[in-house]
């Protein structure tokens, strides 16, 4: 792992472990074994396979390189992953594009909430004489990935679209462009797609005609669509605080709550000087100890709820004497652990 003082682009924040399994899933269907996925990614296969962990954008970046290292057939491997997305495990995105009452609209929430999804790029929409031009911009992208990410959304794009626009009619064709040097068409050779490739082009677009921008969604509902807007808001925000070098530091505390490393050992796993650490935390507006308490109070929580003794909790989160995970769990809450045990129950 490493860091540095650039601007986070937008897709940099947590994310779905779902997109990493589908990326190890479609490497096994070309030899490449789980762990060799999973190399100097900080994730095991326990990790990906659980819901309720959070992936960082970095680590499903590592799986990417990892897996394009090793691919004898990296068209094949873009297809293979993007075809595995689908509506459903878009979580909440996914209800909102369903229930928006328009196409138009549903374009409107991919491009608000597009750091939710599966893509690297990021998406903005433009009005035309033929249409709503959706376009993938890819300035944000690394370039050594830039490709394999541009070919996966398309397909991951072309699978759903059934779904999302069901009710075209045949003599309607969306217009793609596509940034960079032509690849192998497979299933993007759609009969309503016309698709153009623009070595010069900087962005990806697709242009859906304005007379099907006014279509129903499939389960059109304003009052659905409202809310789901609302959770993803929230969703997003939350993300976003979780993001940077304060994420990075809090999923290594999360490793090994009992044996905590030392802001020096972080720093050094983290290729920087501490001082550097120092100030990217503050500059998020976080510190060291800050992130140490908080690690540890949520870890706490949750274990005394499942019904863990103090004494126990104590033990798990590092603590030799009780007396003294008393006292910084009442400094940490006002309350006294005793409090929390069982509650969960």
């Not at 490793?255 to 550097?276: C, F, H, K, W, Y």
């Not at 503050?282 to 540890?296: G, I, K, N, W, Y």
Request: charged letters at 25%; one cysteine or more; glycine letters at 6%.
């Amino acid at each position: 792992m490493s860091i540095s003082d650039a601007a986070q682009p937008d897709w940099d924040i947590p994310r779905s472990p779902a997109t990493c399994r589908h990326l190890l899933e479609a490497a096994q269907l070309q030899g490449i074994d789980a762990q060799a996925c999973l190399k100097d990614s900080g994730l095991g296969v326990a990790d990906i396979e659980d819901n309720a962990t959070e992936v960082q954008a970095g680590q499903e970046l590592r799986i990417v390189r990892n897996v394009l290292a090793r691919v004898e057939d990296r068209h094949r491997f873009a297809c293979d992953v993007g075809l595995r997305y689908n509506v459903a495990n878009m979580g909440v995105l996914g209800y909102a594009l369903l229930a928006s009452p328009t196409l138009g609209d549903a374009v409107n929430v991919a491009c608000r909430y597009a750091a939710l999804s599966s893509t690297f790029h990021r998406l903005a929409r433009r009005d035309s004489a033929q249409g709503a031009v959706l376009e993938f911009d890819n300035s944000a992208v690394p370039a050594d990935v830039r490709a394999f990410m541009l070919e996966r959304d398309m397909f991951a794009v072309t699978g759903m679209a059934p779904l999302l626009i069901g009710q075209l009619d045949s003599s309607i064709r969306l217009d793609v462009e596509l940034a960079g040097t032509a690849f192998p068409m497979d299933r993007l050779d759609l009969p309503w797609l016309n698709i153009d490739f623009n070595p010069a082009a900087t962005s990806s677009t697709v242009t859906i005609p304005a007379e099907i921008l006014e279509l129903a969604m499939p389960a059109a509902d304003a009052a659905t669509a409202k809310m789901c807007a609302r959770e993803c808001e929230e969703l997003l925000q939350a993300r976003r605080h979780r993001r940077g070098v304060s994420a990075l530091v809090r999923a290594r505390l999360v490793r090994d709550p009992g044996q905590l490393p030392s802001m020096a050992d972080i720093a050094e796993e983290l290729n920087v000087a501490e001082r550097t650490l120092h100030r990217r935390l503050a500059a998020e507006q976080t510190s060291f100890r800050a992130l140490v308490d908080e690690v540890r109070v949520t870890l706490a929580v949750a274990l005394l709820e499942s019904g863990l003794t103090v004494e126990e909790t104590g033990r798990r989160l590092g603590y030799s004497e009780t007396a003294a995970f008393t006292r910084a769990f009442l400094r940490w809450t006002g309350a006294p652990p005793s409090r929390y045990r069982g509650r969960r129950a």
